[in-house]
């Protein structure tokens, strides 16, 4: 049995990240969301693209004003109203102020701007009072080009574009976005046992519930999911299938098959179909009969069966693996935290075990979130108990008991 992070490292090892001119396509800024950045993006423009006001108040030269105090005020002429938008027209002459706003260009002959509570209109009149000087040269003044300049880089590729970076490539009026291709991705599932949701459930069948939850997470993770079905324990109809997958397909993940049972044939074709597996058996519970293989460039993962376990090790090693090959540069998970239970957490020691239950981080105020273990968590075969929750405790090889309270490793499952 191999420890958990050498088959995360060797599986990521071998995971290739798209990065090439061929793996680019363009597409509209609004369904951007969640696709990952092909190419850095530079600005054509300034930010700011010109000076402008950071508050509400009057734009001033400072040289008149900063020697302002309530014994010396200094008064000076309102010369006009800069609203947000416009383009100044005045220029200040001495001794005169202009009303601007928030982000309103800055008017020719003005260099610092007084904020509205710093002054005194006086009442009646184009006459402004202050008795109080700005603290420097230029202060509340966003200066063109303060934060980026025209060819500077904005965004780097291998970004996942969420909400932020969007308004960025907006901001930048990057109408037609270059993001990698998704990845395409082949879901199979084994067993003679096996129906699909919509088929009459029968004694001794089994609803295909892996197939539906790999797709779907592989939808959220951004690839190209392609549902292959079910197949039978049959070797030549299982291996007719894997090649089919293999020859269509980046990444195959097929689930079942992978045991030491007498209808166990994934890893016996892996090598017959020219595969070489890269890991065969790892220490981890759920999920210890995990095979993974190597076809060139193509990844297999032969998942166990058990739905838990499954997910378990979708989770832990496939989705890291598949983050990486969409071209993603950092990132890739999982993501941990410390955590403490309110109540012991046991193994058997022998794996690493990963017990599932609800992370609660709603709790501003406390510094360790706490997880609260599910009913029933451990036992693989109860699938039910997994709906809800958000995070998976870790417990160590060699560990059989982690005490209320003591820290505790918590990975953190994917919204
Ligand atoms: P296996 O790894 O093929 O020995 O399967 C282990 C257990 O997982 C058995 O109880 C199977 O019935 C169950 N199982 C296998 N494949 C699936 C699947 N696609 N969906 C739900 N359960 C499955
Ligand atoms: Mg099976």
Known sequence: MMPVDTAESIILSYARSLSSAQDLEYVPLMQAIGRVLGRAVESVLDFPHWDNSAMDGYAVRFQEVEHASPASPVVLRIAGDIPAGSVPTLALAPGEAARILTGSMMPIGADTVVMQEKTERIVGSDQLRLTEAPPELGHFVRHRGRFYTAGDRLLSPGLVLGGAELAVLAAAQILSVPVFRRVRVGVLSTGNELIQPHETLRPGQIVDSNQVALVALLQQAGVEAVALGQVQDDRKMLKSAMKKAIEQCEVVISSGGVSVGDYDYVEDLLEELGGTIQVRSIAIKPGKPLTFATFGQTLYFGLPGNPVSALVTFWRFVLPAIKKCSGQSSDWGPHWTRATSPIALT??????????????????????????????????????????????????????????????????LPD
């Open 347 to 412: 193994a058997d020691g022998r794996r690493e075990s990963y017990l599932w239950g609800i992370l609660d981080r709603s709790n501003y105020a406390e510094p360790v979130p706490t997880f609260r273990v599910a009913a029933g968590s451990g036992s693989s075969g109860n699938l039910i108990n997994l709906a809800g929750s958000n995070a998976l405790a870790v417990i160590p090889i060699g560990t059989q008991s982690i005490e209320a309270g003591d820290p505790l490793q918590v990975m953190v």
